[in-house]
């Protein structure tokens, strides 16, 4: 079964700051996609970044970029510039084509003025 | 306009109780989901319908049951609610093609069994 892992429960970030949030997934595909969706206290899930597998080109938006490391199997997230409305819980996920989205357990980000 | 609507956003029973929460979706997509938030944040998938047809169906109690009356709607109706059903429960939609792999989600509605 795919999994995935984030090492980090909490993290903190200083305002303006830049913060890196860490993932790997396990899975023996070659083609999938990797998401980091932002869940602020409205409890709304926000799609952050998607990520193809098959793009070796690192995604960004904006303030955010991800750092994608296939056979490592390392998908983290940086956010450049912290803003106090980056605060919210980040989850990491995997998702095979046409298959269910596999959630990680969540890092809650703290940003301090 | 909400892409992804759920009714109640909030719902507080008593154990033994059946409740039902609807989603509908207004984006086109072919497939929905529900997912279930526990009281420690962790996100996992109930069941999914892809036009209609159940597609993943994990290990859930019977006592939860999704029904799917067309593409753009999908119901969860939970009967003889206990404790450990108090969770947020998220609906979500995607589509088949063109495949961005990106669920659109719900605001959630939160359950409290008492």
């Known amino acids: 079964a795919q999994t995935v892992t984030q090492s980090q429960p909490e993290m903190s970030v200083q305002e303006a700051e830049t913060v890196t949030l860490s993932c790997t997934y396990d899975t023996s595909e070659s083609d999938y996609y990797l998401f980091w969706y932002k869940q602020p206290p409205s409890r709304q899930m926000i799609l952050v970044i998607r990520?193809?597998?098959?793009?070796?080109q690192n995604a960004t938006e904006n303030r955010f970029s991800v750092n994608f490391q296939k056979a490592a199997k390392s998908f983290s997230l940086k956010i450049s510039d912290s803003q106090l409305g980056d605060a919210a819980m980040y989850f990491c996920a995997y998702r095979e084509y046409g298959n269910k989205l596999v959630f990680g357990a969540g890092t809650i980000l703290r940003v301090k003025s | 306009d909400t892409a992804v609507s759920q009714t109640p956003k909030y719902l507080v029973t008593q154990m033994g109780n059946d409740k039902s929460i609807k989603c509908e979706q207004n984006?086109?997509?072919?497939?929905m989901y529900w997912y279930k938030q526990d009281s420690k944040k962790f996100l996992k998938i109930m069941f999914s319908y892809n036009n209609k047809e159940l597609i993943i169906n994990e290990t859930v109690p019977n006592r939860f049951s999704p029904k799917s009356p067309d593409k753009a709607h999908l119901n969860l109706h939970i009967n003889s609610l206990e404790l450990g059903d108090s969770a947020v429960y998220f609906c979500?939609?995607?589509?088949?093609?063109?495949?961005?792999?990106?669920?659109?989600f719900g605001e959630g509605s939160r359950l409290t069994v008492l």
């Open positions: 990520q193809e597998a098959y793009k070796q």
């Open positions: 984006l086109g997509h072919d497939t």
């Open positions: 979500a939609s995607s589509q088949t093609f063109p495949n961005t792999g990106e669920l659109f």
